[in-house]
């Protein structure tokens, strides 16, 4: 009877040192995954980043242009004026 437990608790400790294993596979891929995801996540964030950056480039070359356009309407409307 001794021998069946022995037997017994020797079955369940090789369970649990495959499952143990097999945690610490699953474990490895996951750090993987993270890796991977933290990685993509660097790079949109990146993107996002230079975007904005573009972004604002423009909204500053299009106020610069329509201030220019403002001007040469004022220089416009004075010439009609003293003309008129």
């Known amino acids: 009877m001794a021998l069946e437990k022995m037997e017994a608790l020797e079955a369940r400790v090789r369970g649990l040192v495959e499952m143990v294993q097999e945690l610490k596979r699953t474990n490895a891929a996951l750090q993987g995954e993270l890796r991977t995801a933290r990685e993509r996540l660097s790079k949109q964030q990146e993107l996002s980043h230079r975007w904005g950056e573009e972004r604002s480039d423009i909204r ?4 610069k ?9 004022s220089i416009e409307e004075s010439k009609e004026v003293a003309l008129g």
Not at 65 to 73: A, C
């Open 65 to 73: 242009v329509l201030g220019e356009l403002d001007f040469l309407e």
């Open 60 to 63: 500053s070359r299009i106020e």
